[in-house]
């Protein structure tokens, strides 16, 4: 409940045009679905994945970094990042890191390859939630997320090339499984109160002392309860 007034205390104060664009948006979110991106090098590559995650709804992008530290392109990324939550692993074991860590958060971590024939992105199963992993266009996924994956997924392709770029296999595997479950009876979008707490996070992105502003709503909200 303080949640919801202090989400009203920010919407006292933001633009109407805010206000129906954040309800608008935060209702299509989802972390049904999250990707996880492997020592993508090439900056315009991680930064068209995190724009495509905006443009789709999804909410949280894993990004491990090995040898190559993940950098966004602001002419290509246009903004993204302020909306989409990004989690970086760095550490020793990044990859295991950042799978343990979904796995025990209920999530199926899925490997994207071509050499595959278990399932395609219009046979993946969508009823639990899927962390779904991208490696480099050189060497794909490592063999520590392939052993670990619980499903292996491929994009259908009919050419010579072996694969997409990595941004775009990232835009048709999201557009494809966004639409299935859109037409499903899976419950993939956020509850009313994720919702709200992530427009409050948006809220404070927006505006100059937001965190300030959030700890005297709550100042006030703890008032009234006394």
């Known amino acids: 409940m303080n949640q919801q007034k202090v989400l009203e205390g920010f919407y006292d104060i933001i633009s109407e045009h805010k206000i129906e664009l954040f309800d608008r948006v935060a209702s299509e979110r989802t972390k049904h679905i999250t990707l996880g991106i492997e020592n993508i090098f090439q900056e315009h590559n991680a930064s068209a994945v995190l724009r495509t995650c905006d443009c789709f709804g999804i909410q949280e992008l894993h990004v491990i970094e090995k040898n190559n530290e993940f950098a966004i392109n602001r002419d290509i990324a246009l903004g993204a990042g302020r909306w989409i939550d990004v989690h970086n692993y760095g550490s020793e074991n990044p990859s295991e890191d950042c799978m343990n860590l979904l796995k025990n958060q209920g999530y199926k971590i899925v ?48 050419g010579f090339t072996e694969s997409f770029n990595i941004s775009v296999s990232v835009a048709i595997l999201l557009n494809t499984l966004r639409k299935r479950l859109v037409d499903s009876d899976i419950k993939w979008k956020l509850t009313q109160e994720e919702q709200t707490d992530l427009k409050i996070e948006w809220c404070k992105k927006i505006l100059r002392s937001g965190q300030a502003l959030e700890n005297e709503f709550n100042k006030q909200l703890l008032k009234k309860d006394l």
Request: hydrophobic content about 40%; cysteine-free.
């Open 111 to 158: 490997a994207t390859t071509p050499h595959t024939e278990a399932f395609t992105i219009n046979d993946l199963p969508l009823e639990q939630p899927l962390a779904i992993f991208f490696g480099t266009e050189q060497e794909g996924l490592s063999e520590s997320v392939l052993q670990v994956a619980d499903y292996q997924v491929k994009i259908p392709m009919f």
